[in-house]
């Protein structure tokens, strides 16, 4: 590469690597938040909620690294502007496709860093998730087999046992559930037992009454001689079960087979969009990039600054992003519609292509002697 080309992609470089770190810091810092209030309040250590954490960065840093690059890209052509690097550039005879080139290249390498994480280690990272998920609900089943304690394993839901003995049913039941603002129900029992099956965790009741206090103040009871009540309902137990969208392959997503349907419980529609999806961000992280520096070399050199053209690249990037979940939706109904999915991903490259013939033609921002005269 030329000295020039290099320059312009170390500064790229190291402004992609600092906005970066701070976007994922602020969509981390948030993400945590909302685990450390569910794993704390559930009694589980800080290790969980690190590990938990950090299986979510991958997909953090997904999202946030095309607008890293399409930062990093405007604050370099702006600071080289600011400081007529770039006029000196173009005065020795490059022009705006010549100096696009390290840019192309920048794109390139943070289009191979969301295509990792994409297309491995988001996979990889939501699979490990649900697995410790799963774990995790496991473990919070146990902390209900705990007697003589009013336990609260969902808000507006008691649950107490008198007795566990050591054949291991559950003795002088009692389930408070008042989630429905409109109808509390209350469960007695003097006997329980607590099941596992493949659908989650159920609590059978033995010998019981079920007494429902309805908004209006009436009260309705009901004696049952069993009755099995979901416990996966309040505690929200993850089972191995099928795959999720977001763990298949990228192969199994775009070429989706009928057992991946069946898998999944989605329309072949949504998976390949999803497969192609991954792709198209990918390519996005290179438009961004080269749509933002392009941005900057329309115009003129101004002493006041370049407002308008950061204006206009930030425009540029909503008019993407619209047209991307516009598209994204056409895809997502029919599955002969999949092409959308690199609707975006042109149009970015048009817009890149028209605001460098622009800039090649400063000629085009320049008063008419006719109208400098007026």
């Known amino acids: 590469m030329a000295r020039f080309d290099r320059y312009i992609l170390s500064q790229l470089m190291m402004l992609f690597g600092f906005f970066s770190l701070v976007l994922v810091m602020v969509y981390w810092i948030n993400r945590a938040v909302v685990l450390f209030d569910q794993l704390i309040a559930n009694g589980q250590s800080a290790g969980v909620f690190v590990e938990f954490t950090a299986l979510t960065l991958p997909n953090v840093i997904r999202l946030v690294l095309p607008i890293a690059a399409f930062a990093a890209s405007i604050y370099v052509a702006n600071r080289l502007s600011s400081e007529s690097e770039l006029l000196v550039v173009q005065a020795s005879g490059f022009s705006p496709y010549r100096m696009v080139r390290p840019v192309l290249v920048f794109g390139v390498i943070v289009c191979v860093f969301v295509s990792v994480l994409t297309h491995f280690l988001v996979p990889m990272s939501v699979t490990r998730l649900n697995e410790r998920q799963a774990e995790i609900s496991e473990n919070l089943t146990a902390r209900l087999l705990n007697e003589g304690r009013f336990l609260h394993p969902a808000e507006g839901v008691t649950f107490y046992i008198r007795e566990i003995p050591p054949t291991g049913e559950l003795r002088e039941i009692f389930l408070s559930d008042a989630r429905d603002p409109g109808r509390q129900v209350t469960y007695t029992a003097r006997q329980a037992l607590l099941l596992r099956q493949d659908t989650g ?149 048009v817009m890149t292509l028209v605001l460098l013939w622009v800039s090649d033609r400063p000629g085009l921002f320049r008063r008419r002697p006719a109208e400098a005269a007026a």
Not at 260 to 279: F, K
């Open 201 to 349: 965790p159920k609590l059978v009741m033995f010998d019981g009454l079920a007494q429902v206090l309805d908004s209006d103040g009436r009260l309705s009871t009901t004696s049952f001689d069993d009755f099995a009540y979901d416990i996966g309902g309040l505690i929200e137990v993850l089972g191995p079960g099928d795959r999720s969208v977001k763990e298949l392959t990228t192969a199994e997503l775009i070429w989706p087979t009928e057992a991946g349907l069946r898998e999944t419980g989605q329309r072949r529609a949504v998976l390949m969009y999803e497969g192609h999806g991954r792709i198209s961000q990918a390519l996005l992280s290179v438009v961004a990039a080269l749509v933002g520096f392009s941005a900057m070399l329309v115009g003129n050199f101004s002493r006041f600054g370049h407002w308008k053209q950061i204006l206009g690249s930030l425009v540029a990037l909503i008019v993407l992003k619209s047209v991307d979940n516009a598209l994204a939706d056409a895809a997502r109904s029919d599955a002969a519609l999949w092409p959308l999915s690199y609707g975006a991903t042109l149009l970015g490259a």
